[in-house]
């Protein structure tokens, strides 16, 4: 191998490695047998339906019977009463996708037929019935550019081991001399016509279904959510699994998250219908997410606080007794910010995380001019119980004992622990409720439409929070 070769090769190596350490997800989503089963009781619903409305082509040919001669047939207004598919199952195929079996269905139609031999002509009536019909259909799951879902028939075969016409009318007796013919053509037709009919409603009802799960969601005014698909979804032996992307984004600036997902490896829980698995990568570009849209920037001012608390410079006096010296009786404001975007950490314990909080001191003086008094670095250790709402996860934030320091003095030096209860103050009063407001509004969970969850399991993991849910769908109208 050239040297050029070499190094074109381990571009491309580089890249590819790359690529595969990009892939892993901050969100799965994986699907139970569970799950199948009750996403196939409702497609199977929407299959009977679309299958009820098959329409059949009028059929016609010529017969040659023994003594009689050349019989012109023709088989007209074929109507389909009803398709029945009363046994049916769904299962993984591992690393290939999704078979839909059934068996022992049965359809009845009539229609009109009518026979010319010679100069005779006569018309009647038939009644036909299909019956052990068994259709194998294989679905192909995979995902697009745009990281949305995407499904396909791969395969659909009909058999159908029995059809049995019977013909009224004069000339009724003619066509039961060849009726074997007749049958092997409608059911021919038929076969043919079911797989079509399987291939469309895939198409048109199963693909757009998939494709109303929002890969990208504008959450709120400042984030969204990439919950884009990162590989197809792959089936094994007891699971449909979905890796997401699962990434909060500003809306203003999306940036490169600078940091990437653990591995995620779901544990082997099959009782409910749905798991979820969010890595810790999530809810850490959520806070970085917000914190590139700043929204983790808090005024604090006179307005806010509880009632009777006074923020201004006399109320500081009695910790800084020089501040009402240098500035008599004016109102005072702060601003709470974080210096770098909160890290949060997830263990069996729960979701937990340490922020570290600026505390800037401001004098409003009577121009409105802000001048800056000190700073305070403030951190605790935050904890999160987490929910699912509607679809949503919920959150609520506590925090433990608050620490604090002193990192910048313009009113000299004072004794900080003073300070303690009117710190505790704005942050169990004012900032951690405000944030748990918004918490409890909560980020939706990727879902497609008309989904409703129940039976919620929270569990935390190594480094990602498992949900289970089961699902429930709610039709149209
Ligand atoms: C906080 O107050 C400063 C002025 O002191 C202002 O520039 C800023 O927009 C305010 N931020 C919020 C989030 O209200
Ligand atoms: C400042 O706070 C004190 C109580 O600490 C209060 O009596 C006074 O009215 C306040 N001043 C202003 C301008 O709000
Ligand atoms: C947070 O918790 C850890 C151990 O759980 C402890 O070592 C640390 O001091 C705590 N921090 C604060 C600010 O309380």
Redesign the pocket.
């Known amino acids: 191998m050239g040297v050029q070769k070499l190094a074109v090769a381990c571009r491309v190596l580089a890249l590819c490695l790359a690529t595969i350490e990009a892939t892993n997800p901050g969100f799965v989503v994986r699907i139970t047998q569970a799950g199948l089963d009750y996403a196939h009781q409702h497609g199977i619903k929407v299959l009977e339906k679309e299958l009820g409305q098959l329409k059949l082509q009028d059929i016609s040919g010529d017969f040659r019977i023994l003594r009689v001669g050349k019989v012109r047939y023709e088989i007209s207004r074929l109507h389909l009463r009803s398709f029945q598919l009363p046994h049916s199952y769904i299962s993984l195929v591992p690393n290939v996708g999704l078979q839909v079996s059934i068996s022992n269905a049965f359809a009845e139609l009539d229609g009109n037929w009518r026979v010319k031999v010679y100069f005779i002509q006569d018309h009647g009536s038939f009644d036909l019935k299909v019956e052990n019909v068994y259709i194998k259909i294989d679905l192909q799951l995979g995902s697009d550019t745009l990281g949305k879902p995407t499904t396909d028939t791969s395969a659909c075969s009909t058999r159908i081991s029995k059809v049995r016409v019977h013909f009224s009318g004069k000339l009724g007796w003619l066509y039961n001399l060849f009726h074997g013919a007749v049958e092997s053509r409608l059911r021919k037709l038929l076969e043919t016509q079911v797989c079509e009919i399987v291939a469309k409603a895939v198409r048109r009802e199963l693909q757009p279904y998939l494709r109303t799960l929002p890969v990208t969601a504008k959450i709120d005014a400042k984030t969204g959510i990439d919950y884009s698909l990162v590989a197809p979804p792959t089936a094994t032996a007891r699971s449909l699994d979905v890796d997401l992307k699962g990434e909060f984004f500003s809306l203003a600036h999306r940036s490169a998250v600078p940091f990437s997902p653990l591995p995620l490896a779901l544990p082997p829980d099959h009782n409910h219908m749905v798991y979820f698995g969010a890595s810790s990568y999530f809810f850490n570009t959520a806070a970085f997410a917000y914190h590139a849209a700043g929204a983790l920037v808090f005024n604090v001012t006179e307005a806010v606080i509880p009632k009777g608390v006074h923020l201004n410079t006399t109320t500081f006096s009695a910790f800084i007794p020089q501040l009402e010296g240098m500035y008599p009786n004016t109102p005072m404001t702060f601003r709470l910010s974080a210096p770098s975007a909160p890290f949060l950490s997830i263990g069996p314990q729960g979701l937990s995380l ?1 922020p570290v909080v600026d505390v800037q001191a401001y004098a409003v003086l009577p121009c409105s001019e802000s001048v800056p008094l000190f700073l305070l670095s403030l ?3 935050v904890s999160a119980v987490i929910d699912v709402r509607s679809g949503h996860i919920v959150g609520s934030l506590d925090v ?4 604090f320091t002193l990192k910048q003095s313009n009113v000299g030096s004072f004794k900080v622990r003073q300070l303690q209860s009117l710190v505790n103050t704005i942050a169990s009063a004012i900032v951690i409720p405000r944030l748990n407001e918004r918490l409890n509004e909560g980020f939706p969970l990727p879902l497609p439409e008309r989904i409703q969850l129940s039976k919620i399991l929270v569990r935390f993991h190594q480094n990602f929070l498992m949900l289970g849910a089961d699902v429930r769908y709610q039709p149209r109208g």
């Open positions: 340490q951190t605790g250790n433990g004992r608050i620490k």
